[in-house]
């Protein structure tokens, strides 16, 4: 009798076990393969937003290979495939581009500057596919809010130079500079601000005491969102990088230039990359930031 009930209890717990589903039998596997997490990112940045002479999507790697882990940087170096492939990543996504033009020779080299496909030998070398979203990041509406974001600015949903055929994306974010009290902010301030943000003094052209009330601002290079910025009647142009005779005209014509950088503009971009990849279903333990913020640094100014 005894067994015969244990037999009852053990057939009403498989019973209700398979009731609950294979969740909860054992932990969910995540299973992706490289061409099908392409495709998914390529739903959010759509290789026909970017430019023409860009790259966009899987450069180096084998579509039909299983992904383990996901690694996210801001450029491809051969030092960063390095890192992605140490923690156990066997993709490398990025804002930058591995090449534009073909490489002319590969070799295990530390740097493109050795050899020009140094990227791509290091990436196949360490079984790494390289893939990147650059222009079509950079005109994205997830990215549109993320430096007016930062800078407490508030974004008008406007673009300087917007999209061909969309309303939601475009270059140069059309901001408001909310007032100091009652009265405008400056751009010293609006500089000073900037500084505390990305840990960084940036370049400034135009008067301290200027007061600003509409910022146009631009990841990486302006490019031609200068003279648009200038056009629309904006007081500041807040950018990662510009030319410096472009920005010595722009501002002597009145538009303000705050220059923060490219990397400083564009690191934080590796943030929207991973966001992109958890809602793509790449779980958020199988995704590793790599850090390049210190590729280049100030020195203090001291007296000697």
């Given at each position: 009798?005894?067994?015969?009930?244990?037999?009852?209890?053990?057939a009403?717990?498989?019973?209700?076990?398979?009731?609950?589903?294979?969740s909860?039998?054992?932990?969910?596997?995540?299973?992706?393969?490289?061409?099908?997490?392409?495709?998914?990112?390529?739903?959010?940045?759509?290789?026909?937003?970017?430019?023409?002479?860009?790259?966009?999507?899987?450069?180096?790697g084998?579509?039909?290979?299983?992904?383990?882990?996901v690694?996210v940087?801001?450029?491809?170096?051969?030092?960063?495939?390095?890192?992605?492939?140490?923690?156990?990543?066997?993709?490398?996504?990025?804002?930058?581009?591995?090449?534009?033009?073909?490489?002319d020779?590969?070799?295990?080299?530390?740097?493109?500057?050795?050899?020009?496909?140094?990227?791509?030998?290091?990436?196949?070398?360490h079984?790494?596919?390289?893939?990147?979203?650059?222009?079509?990041?950079?005109v994205?509406?997830?990215?549109?809010?993320?430096?007016?974001?930062?800078?407490?600015?508030?974004?008008?949903?406007?673009?300087?130079?917007?999209?061909?055929?969309?309303r939601?994306?475009?270059?140069?974010?059309?901001?408001?500079?909310?007032?100091?009290?009652?009265?405008?902010?400056?751009?010293?301030?609006?500089a000073?601000?900037?500084?505390?943000?990305?840990?960084?003094?940036?370049?400034?052209?135009?008067?301290?005491?200027?007061?600003?009330?509409?910022?146009?601002?631009?990841?990486?290079?302006?490019?031609?969102?200068?003279?648009?910025?200038?056009?629309?009647g904006?007081?500041v142009?807040?950018?990662?990088?510009?030319?410096y005779?472009?920005?010595?005209?722009?501002?002597?014509?009145?538009?303000?230039?705050?220059?923060?950088?490219?990397?400083?503009?564009?690191?934080?971009l590796?943030?929207?990359?991973?966001?992109a990849?958890?809602?793509?279903?790449?779980?958020?333990?199988?995704?590793?930031?790599i850090?390049?913020?210190?590729?280049?640094?100030?020195?203090?100014?001291?007296?000697?």
């Amino acid at each position: 009798m005894g067994l015969f009930n244990k037999g009852e209890r053990s057939a009403a717990k498989s019973e209700a076990l398979s009731k609950r589903g294979a969740s909860a039998l054992a932990p969910r596997v995540f299973s992706m393969t490289v061409g099908a997490l392409e495709e998914a990112l390529l739903k959010e940045f759509p290789a026909e937003d970017a430019e023409s002479w860009d790259r966009t999507g899987l450069t180096v790697g084998e579509r039909a290979l299983p992904v383990t882990k996901v690694a996210v940087a801001l450029d491809p170096t051969v030092k960063a495939i390095g890192e992605a492939a140490a923690a156990g990543a066997n993709v490398l996504v990025t804002h930058h581009p591995a090449f534009l033009a073909a490489p002319d020779n590969f070799a295990p080299e530390a740097s493109v500057a050795l050899s020009s496909g140094a990227g791509v030998w290091a990436a196949i070398r360490h079984q790494v596919a390289l893939m990147d979203f650059h222009t079509a990041l950079d005109v994205s509406p997830q990215v549109a809010r993320v430096l007016p974001g930062m800078l407490g600015l508030r974004f008008t949903g406007r673009f300087a130079e917007p999209l061909a055929g969309s309303r939601r994306k475009g270059y140069g974010q059309i901001s408001e500079v909310p007032a100091n009290d009652d009265a405008p902010e400056t751009l010293a301030r609006l500089a000073a601000r900037c500084t505390a943000v990305f840990g960084r003094s940036p370049r400034v052209w135009g008067d301290p005491d200027k007061p600003v009330r509409t910022a146009v601002t631009a990841t990486g290079s302006a490019g031609p969102t200068g003279k648009v910025a200038l056009a629309a009647g904006a007081d500041v142009l807040i950018c990662g990088e510009v030319k410096y005779h472009e920005a010595l005209d722009l501002s002597q014509a009145g538009l303000a230039v705050i220059e923060l950088g490219h990397d400083a503009s564009e690191l934080p971009l590796t943030a929207v990359l991973a966001e992109a990849l958890c809602k793509a279903g790449v779980p958020e333990n199988a995704v590793v930031v790599i850090d390049q913020s210190d590729n280049w640094w100030h020195p203090e100014a001291v007296r000697v």
